[in-house]
Each structure stands twice: as structure tokens, then as C-alpha cells.
């Protein structure tokens, strides 16, 4: 069995229906996937600690961060 993973990054206007919007999004990378013969498995939730900078001196210094990305996950 093959698995390929894609990011699932939705572009959104708020103003827009967001649920319509996001739900749409999803339905058009799935099908696209599956027209190359590829099924949906699921959706994954990654979330990853990106490590701040010190700086010098404490000049420049930035703060760590969360980052939370979206996988689609499928097999073949």
C-alpha cells in the first residue's frame, strides 16, 4: 500500500460562508486525488513547536511558536 500526504490549507473570507468555503475546498482536492486513483483515508491535525531566536544581547529576539497544519491523507 502507497500513502500520499497533502496539505489541506484552506483560503478563506470570512465574509463569504466560511463553512461552505472550507467544505467546498476539501470536496475539490479529494476529488481530484481520486480521479488519479487515489482514496481518502482521512484528515490529520500536525501541530509542531517552531523554536524562537535569542538574539544578541536580547536584541532581536522572537518568540517560539505553535504551528498547526492540516493533512490529507491517502492511499493507493
Known sequence: MIYKVIPFIVHTDHKTGYSNHVS???????NKYSEQ????LKI????NHV???????G?????????????LVFKK
Do not use: R
Open 24 to 30: 467546498l475546498q476539501l470536496e475539490q482536492l479529494i
Open 37 to 40: 486513483g487515489w482514496t481518502y
Open 44 to 47: 490529520e491535525t500536525v501541530t
Open 51 to 57: 523554536q524562537g531566536k535569542k538574539g544578541c544581547l
Open 59 to 71: 536584541f532581536g529576539a522572537k518568540p517560539g511558536f505553535t504551528l498547526v497544519s492540516n493533512m
